[in-house]
């Protein structure tokens, strides 16, 4: 059982993160200052550094949340259409990703917009593992559909060399085939722009209901595109 002061402590952590993600909003930047959360909490700079040891961490920390609530919402689309086909699963995740996307574009922004300035992220720690979850859900459809006995490949020229030996690191590919890995990361490029598109408000031209039509069209395209046959053309994307 946690004791009083652990109680305590946690929740001003959670009250730090909640507030440097609104600053965020309110200023159209990650780059958030220790000062300005400070001053909206009636707190000293000096006292937060009790709960982080600068902004570095801060930001770490916030990643670490945005990709674990990235991981868990593809997990949970992944877990849902588990049993189904394998192209049912793909567009589940690729729906799952675009859903997550729109829910908060200041938390997108802060994981895949512009790196913030002076700010060096940690190569290992719960914030790249909370990653590898998030992008394994795409490599475990391919899996999903190569146990199906598909063929997972690019249309294009398959990469040979050192490249391919990149493509089968385990945490990046979950030990798919480097044709396999290739085509995901292919596809995972062609719905991540569109929704990045989407998140910096680069489609607010288009109708939702055109929107939709038109992610539903580019994840069919990509699964199609690395060897899944065409699922349900009734299922929405949005």
């Keep these: 059982m946690s004791t009083r002061r652990e109680i305590t402590r946690a929740a001003t952590v959670a009250e730090i993160k909640a507030t440097a993600l609104r600053l965020m909003r309110e200023q159209g930047s990650s780059d958030v200052r220790f000062a300005d959360i400070a001053r909206e909490m009636s707190?000293?700079?000096p006292a937060l550094y009790r709960y982080f040891s600068g902004r570095d961490e801060l930001l770490t920390a916030l990643l670490e949340d945005a990709f674990t609530s990235l991981a868990e919402a593809l997990e949970k689309a992944l877990a849902d259409e588990?049993?189904?086909?394998?192209?049912?699963?793909?567009?589940?995740?690729?729906?799952?990703?675009?859903?997550?996307g729109r829910e908060d574009p200041t938390r997108y922004a802060?994981?895949?917009?512009?790196?913030?300035?002076?700010?060096?992220?940690?190569?290992?720690?719960?914030?790249?593992?909370?990653?590898?979850?998030?992008?394994?859900?795409?490599?475990?459809?391919?899996?999903?559909?190569?146990?199906?006995?598909?063929?997972?490949?690019?249309l294009g020229p398959p990469v040979t060399g050192p490249l391919?030996?990149?493509?089968?690191?385990?945490?990046?590919?979950?030990?798919?085939?480097?044709?396999?890995?290739?085509?995901?990361?292919?596809?995972?490029?062609?719905?991540?722009?569109?929704?990045?598109?989407?998140a910096f408000g680069h489609l607010h031209w288009l109708p939702?209901?055109?929107?939709?039509?038109?992610?539903?069209?580019?994840?069919?395209?990509?699964?199609?595109y690395i060897g899944l046959p065409a699922g349900d053309p009734d299922r929405p994307a949005g």
């Excluded at 929107?211 to 539903?216: A, F, H, K, T, V």
Aim: aromatic residues 8%; glycine residues 8%; proline residues 8%.
């Design 43 to 45: 707190m000293t700079a």
């Design 82 to 100: 588990g049993s189904a086909d394998p192209t049912t699963a793909f567009l589940a995740v690729c729906r799952s990703y675009r859903s997550w």
């Design 110 to 154: 802060l994981v895949f917009g512009v790196p913030v300035p002076g700010y060096d992220a940690p190569e290992q720690g719960p914030h790249s593992e909370a990653a590898d979850r998030a992008f394994g859900c795409m490599a475990a459809t391919a899996a999903n559909a190569l146990a199906a006995g598909l063929d997972v490949r690019p």
């Design 164 to 198: 391919a030996e990149v493509l089968c690191q385990p945490a990046k590919s979950a030990s798919l085939p480097p044709q396999a890995m290739q085509a995901m990361l292919h596809s995972w490029a062609g719905i991540h722009g569109f929704v990045t598109l989407e």
């Design 208 to 224: 939702a209901e055109a929107s939709d039509d038109l992610y539903e069209g580019l994840i069919r395209g990509m699964a199609t």
